[in-house]
């Protein structure tokens, strides 16, 4: 714990010191609306967990205690000094679970209880001298069933943040069940040395674009308002209710499939079908929204628990007589710009649109719209061995805004619901708000164009259609990548070998496999400056190469290759091929390791296996670039800070080092990549019984953590010689060099001529 450090004694039994750091913007926000409004409730976060297995009060507030004394911001307090307000990190701080027995109740009455509770934790507010802002109440109902309340205040606590503790709190669980020590990742950073290090960076330069582009953004800013059934009260009560309509499941995959055909997110088209609704009860024609965004945007932020949002706003023209599809694109690069421009803070965007700060009335935005895929992160269930957690809904803690709409998903589908200041709405309006928006959204419709089908492929163009949709590539991203598909040896009689890379890799390859077998590659990297792209599923970026492999080859059977996270691309792209009944020769693992295999290590392992990597890997490439061998760009661009600074690139530019074309190339394309890397993180590949090649780099590590198979045998199932591995000399980004492809070359033409003598006559 950093900081400044002070011993006080807060009562005569117990002795704690605490630690200064600075408060984000948001928390001084929060805190000041908090003090204005000490009576409210509604920077509450009441969050409720279904609880399974077997279960104990004692276990339960015996891992929450762990959980306390890990994440320092679960005993943060506020300080207000002469230099502003200061969290006020405690080195202990007391925690007790409170219970409330439901065991002896019949169902209904225990969950009218457990509601009454609920609600009750949810509007009890916190007071701003508590040394912390988080309480939890275990309401068990069997000695294997429970709901456990967990209320913390918006000080301390954001979604992302809510969705590691769950993780946390079942494998603790798990742990205590088993008498051992519960597998927790290390914490490297808490919330204060984030806000230490946001205050550094807002009082430098880095911001200067992201301030022209909101500062433009907001030019002529005025509010905007949906008129309410009375007047707008002198002093707000923040009094709420939640309405909810569950979407049937048709206008769901409807929606879906609109966004993905349109080459946006879902959010754009629901905020664009909200955005039309809000102007036909409005009659304004530039409808304003705030929403909330997530600022990890570097992986040292994965972890930390705490508040680490941003406001921004979404200002739209909908002029009267819009239709969805008419604000859809308009709402995808409104969004695409403010996540280019996500850092500077909603209070920076306040004093730029004019906005004077009024208790009376929401800040800047009285309407807000938030789309939350689970609240739980990888899914709607998180188990370890007899442990497991759902989320249910939330209860009420007040109206931070005059309306808020939001759409989440659970396990029966896409729940659209709308929390309205009951001091300025009807329970009717709210209905009404929220039956408008529903019937915008059954109003959107797939419009996609067909791509323009290359001329080896137009007469199969029918079935292409057929997986048109099944991706979320954009038409004009499929167009072009088709034009850019490019074919060796492309007369040869064989099964082509499929390839997701591109061509400068393979050239040698191709050279070395021989005349007798094409091969086809297909460029996966986005043409273009690095963007930023929405979380997608990993099995839909491999529907998109799906779309792509069906236009170079619409039948089977297929041979499928892919380096590095693109060879577990490759594997689930051939399991959609064999669902839709294709024959998948062989898929060529190139050095590529199995998505989960280092994850599903225990955490010191982990570690271990990491800095083992690092210390062979840093010594390494330093000796290549020194050799001439990689150029210094390369070897720097490898480290994310230098990246994110742009240090390599200016070095290159000034001509303090030296680098190729195409070493300059990989390193542009790296964006991309770790792109794919940050989705596999939540993919698992199912049992694959077919043919697999695995290629390993010479290079790589030996020993108990670093399996030769790369942790693919746990997937390669059915025949004992359906997984090879073939080790290739070179490092991982080397191997398809003249001495590597020749070991490749040999033994796939060894591997594919057996596997096409064994295959029956006539496939």
């Not at 997530?294 to 921004?312: W, Y």
């Not at 074309?661 to 019984?689: C, F, G, K, T």
Request: charged letters at 20%; glycine letters at 8%; a negative charge.
């Amino acid at each position: 714990m950093n900081g400044l450090a002070f011993a006080i004694a807060p009562d005569q039994d117990t002795k704690a010191s605490y630690a200064l750091f600075p408060a984000t913007a948001c928390q001084v926000r929060f805190w000041h609306e908090q003090k204005a409004s000490p009576k409210a409730s509604a920077l509450n976060i009441a969050f409720r967990l279904q609880l399974s297995g077997p279960l104990d009060a004692a276990s339960i507030e015996q891992v929450l205690r762990e959980l306390v004394a890990r994440h320092e911001v679960l005993r943060t307090g506020f300080l207000m000094t002469g230099a502003g307000l200061r969290q006020q990190v405690w080195s202990t701080a007391p925690f007790q679970l409170d219970v409330v027995d439901l065991t002896r109740l019949d169902p209904e009455a225990a969950l009218a209880e457990a509601g009454r509770v609920g609600g009750q934790q949810a509007r009890t507010p916190f007071a701003l001298s508590s040394p912390s802002f988080f309480r939890a109440v275990w309401l068990p109902r069997s000695g294997t069933q429970g709901e456990l309340q967990l209320t913390f205040h918006s000080l301390i606590m954001d979604g992302w943040s809510f969705a590691i503790l769950v993780r946390e709190l079942v494998e603790g669980l798990a742990a205590v069940h088993a008498g051992r020590d519960p597998d927790f990742p290390d914490v490297d950073l808490h919330h204060g040395d984030y806000a230490m290090w946001k205050e550094e960076f807002l009082a430098g330069g880095a911001l200067d674009r992201a301030r022209a582009h909101w500062r433009k953004e907001l030019e002529g800013f005025s509010r905007f308002d949906v008129p309410g059934d009375r007047p707008r009260p002198q002093a707000r009560r923040f009094q709420g209710v939640i309405r909810s309509i569950l979407l049937p499941a048709a206008l769901s995959d409807r929606l879906i499939a609109a966004a993905k055909a349109q080459g946006v997110t879902l959010f754009s088209v629901a905020a664009a079908g909200l955005a039309v609704a809000l102007q036909t009860a409005s009659g304004q024609t530039k409808v304003a929204m705030g929403t909330q965004m997530s600022v990890r945007d570097q992986q040292e932020l994965e972890g930390v628990v705490g508040p680490l949002i941003n406001t921004v706003i979404l200002r739209l023209d909908v002029p009267k007589g819009s239709t969805v599809a008419d604000v859809t694109a308009q709402c995808g690069a409104k969004l695409s710009d403010a996540i280019e421009h996500l850092h500077l803070p909603f209070e920076a965007m306040m004093e730029m649109a004019g906005e004077v700060s009024d208790g009376d009335r929401p800040p800047l935005c009285s309407v807000n719209f938030a789309l939350q895929q689970s609240f739980v992160g990888g899914g709607d269930e998180v188990r370890r061995g007899e442990f497991a957690a759902t989320t249910s809904p939330s209860f009420n803690a007040g109206a931070l805004y005059d309306l808020n709409f939001f759409m989440v998903r659970r396990p029966e589908g896409w729940r659209i619901s709308c929390e309205g200041d009951t001091d300025l709405y009807d329970i009717g309006t709210i209905d009404a708000h929220l039956a408008k928006w529903r019937e915008m959204l059954e109003t959107v419709e797939i419009v996609a164009k067909l791509p323009a089908a290359p001329a080896a492929a137009k007469a199969t163009a029918t079935f292409v259609a057929g997986v048109g949709n099944s991706g979320f590539m954009s038409q004009t991203e499929l167009e072009a990548k088709a034009r850019n598909i490019v074919r060796f040896n492309e007369n040869a009689p064989g099964t082509p070998i499929i390839a997701l890379n591109n061509t400068a890799v393979f050239y040698e390859l191709a050279r070395q496999i021989g005349a007798e077998r094409p091969i086809i590659d297909i460029p996966m990297v986005p043409e273009g400056a690095p963007r930023e792209f929405p979380q997608r599923a990993f099995e839909d970026v491999a529907a998109d190469a799906v779309r792509l492999i069906r236009l170079a080859r619409p039948h089977g059977p297929y041979i499928l290759m892919g380096h590095c996270v693109l060879g577990a691309l490759s594997l689930e792209a051939a399991h959609q091929l064999r669902r839709e009944g294709e024959m998948v020769e062989l898929v060529i693992l190139n050095d590529s390791w199995c998505p989960g295999y280092r994850e599903s290590m225990p955490w010191h392992d982990r570690q271990l296996r990491k800095m083992q990597v690092r210390a062979d890997n840093i010594p390494r490439d330093f000796r290549k670039a020194l050799r001439g061998e990689t150029s210094m760009v390369s070897f720097l661009s490898q480290y994310r800070i230098v990246r994110w600074l742009g240090v390599a690139n200016l070095a290159l530019k000034l001509g303090l080092i030296q680098g190729s074309a195409s070493e300059h190339m990989v390193s542009e394309n790296r964006w991309y990549i770790e792109y794919l890397l940050a989705q596999q993180a939540r993919y698992r590949p199912a049992p694959y019984d077919g043919n697999v090649q695995i290629f390993r780099s010479g290079q790589v590590l030996n020993g108990r953590l670093f399996a030769h198979d790369l942790g693919w045998e746990a997937v390669v199932t059915g025949k004992p010689d359906n997984l090879v591995v073939t080790e290739v000399p070179g490092m991982h980004d080397q191997i398809f060099r003249a001495a590597g492809a020749a070991v490749i070359g040999k033994q796939l033409r060894e591997r594919l001529a057996g596997i096409e003598a064994d295959a029956p006559t006539g496939s």
